[in-house]
């Protein structure tokens, strides 16, 4: 049950505009205080709200639309002191004013806004904003490190459960660090968010979400993990830069092959097909099918051999200035 703020009506929803905690800094916020208030969250587009008597918005007016700001001025009017409002900025515009001063209460999260908000609404509470890490784990030491990073939507989990499986019966500890990345124009949906949550089930607390990372931090992990996993539709493709940039750090990738992958690559020799593997390798087997990999990435995936296939008739006779070790073009296609 929602806890009972003294005299106060009872606050039994908290409403916001956002609702993603992945991508929003207020929705992270919102998820963690509904938790904390126990009550739900819901969103002020949503007809839901209506079924709610006191619900708390907690929102940044500069983040709405035009039409959805004018749409919660006249909701707000309408429903006029029984509303609660906690406030993250406020920029003087007349849907704020009017939004301020239809609601029942108001609370804001610094002083500036308490100071800036105070004139026309002496009642106003000054609030602060808690740190808002949903997820507080620290990364433990683990004898096996698996690094997994793709474009949003594109989880497979099924292969994944192979991957537990295989994990598991190392009876060694290990740890799978999941990073992600958007194509322009897309972002994480609901969609993403329950792939990952069923990644998380799947692997408990051997699992970290790691977000975006940059080319700098993805070199390091590709450099520092045990096994690089990557799993398509299909199978494996010669265009998929993810893969070709673990194997040019040395990194043995378990993946899936089909008779459209790159030519080359060798279950057990050089890459790990995980629709043959029995067992993971060892910890030299790994480094061993790496430094295969990376022998077969720089001589026949390299960019060298693509300048190559590209401009067979340029022959200029001065060296290629060398590439920074870092300079990975890593994001998936």
């Known amino acids: 049950m929602p806890r009972v703020r003294g005299h106060l009506p009872m606050i039994d929803c908290i409403a916001g505009y956002h609702l993603n905690p992945w991508t929003c800094g207020i929705a992270k916020f919102n998820s963690i205080l509904s938790r904390e208030l126990q009550v739900p969250v819901v969103g002020l587009r949503d007809v839901e709200l209506g079924r709610f008597r006191r619900p708390l918005l907690s929102i940044k007016i500069e983040e709405f639309s035009d039409r959805d700001a004018a749409d919660l001025d006249l909701w707000s009017q309408a429903h006029a002191g029984d509303f609660e409002l906690f406030l993250h900025a406020y920029g003087g515009t007349e849907v704020e004013q009017r939004l301020v001063t239809a609601a029942g209460a108001v609370y804001c999260g610094n002083s500036e806004l308490a100071r800036v908000l105070s004139p026309g609404r002496p009642d106003v509470v000054e609030l602060f904003c808690p740190g808002t890490i949903l997820n507080p784990q620290r990364f433990q030491q683990t004898e096996i490190s698996v690094f997994t990073f793709g474009m949003a939507h594109k989880i497979r989990v099924g292969l994944y459960t192979r991957l537990r499986d295989l994990l598991e019966a190392t009876g060694r500890s290990y740890s799978v660090f999941v990073s992600t990345a958007l194509h322009e124009n897309t972002s994480f949906d609901g969609s993403f968010v329950v792939r990952f949550e069923e990644l998380q089930a799947l692997f408990g607390g051997h699992i970290y979400f790691m977000g975006y990372l940059s ?7 590709l450099l520092d993990a045990t096994f690089l996993a990557a799993f398509f539709d299909k199978g494996l493709r010669a265009n998929n830069t993810t893969v070709n940039a673990a194997m040019e750090c040395g990194c ?29 390798p060892s910890h030299d087997e790994a480094a061993r099918i790496g430094r295969a990999a990376r022998d077969l990435a720089h001589g026949q995936y390299g960019w060298d051999r693509l300048v190559e296939r590209l401009r067979p008739a340029v022959r200029t006779g001065v060296p290629a200035a060398p590439r920074a070790a870092g300079d990975l073009a890593w994001q998936q296609r």
């Open 215 to 221: 080319d700098t931090a993805v070199y390091n992990h």
């Open 252 to 280: 043995a990738v378990i993946t899936n092959l089909d008779a459209d992958s790159p030519a080359g690559l060798e279950h057990g020799r050089n890459i790990i097909d995980i629709s043959r593997c029995d067992r993971l």
